[in-house]
């Protein structure tokens, strides 16, 4: 199997748990918080969102995110800049209410934007670096570190559910 193919299969497997991760999500559920320092899943959503968009687009490619080129920003009312890292918790507790929909939509470009990056890849271009600031981040420890982070979220959106179920 090439790397481009799993990666597909392990990006594919992300998008199946994620939709099941939100079946059903409610407007309570969605900004609903287990604790004052806890993140609400609507951050959670648009943080992943935001997150595999900076470093596929601008990070690998140093191209405009789709937040930026696709004017999502303007769409949500938010800054281009801004993608969650260091988040206090005064701003997830002040984040707005994103509407599910568009913002899954987001995330449908988003994820649009990083196959065909993905697939415009040759096997030696996962060993390149793109950013001589982060001589440890080659292509392929992008992709390593998207998928992981991808997945622990799905993990923290079922467990608020749990959580919020539970109460």
């Not at 059903?24 to 993140?39: G, K, R, T, V, Y």
């Not at 002040?94 to 040759?122: A, E, M």
């Amino acid at each position: 199997m090439e790397s481009k193919q799993f990666i597909e299969l392990a990006l594919a497997a992300e998008i199946k748990y994620f939709n099941e991760s939100v079946m059903n999500l409610s407007d309570e559920e969605l900004m609903w918080q287990p604790s004052a320092e806890a993140n609400n899943i609507n951050w959670i959503i648009w943080h992943m969102s935001r997150v595999e968009d900076m470093w596929f687009n601008f990070f690998c490619q140093g191209i405009p995110e789709v937040w930026e080129s696709q004017n999502w920003y303007e769409k949500f009312n938010l800054p281009t800049r801004d993608n969650g890292f260091e988040h206090t918790t005064k701003q997830v507790n002040n984040f707005p209410k994103l509407d599910l929909g568009s913002i899954l939509q987001y995330r449908s470009s988003v994820r649009s934007s990083t196959l065909s990056y993905l697939n415009s890849l040759t096997n030696n271009q996962f060993s390149y670096i793109p950013r001589e600031k982060r001589p440890d981040m080659n292509v392929a420890d992008v992709f390593v570190q998207i998928i992981n982070e991808l997945f622990q979220h799905i993990g923290h959106i079922y467990y608020i559910r749990g959580l919020f179920n539970s109460k």
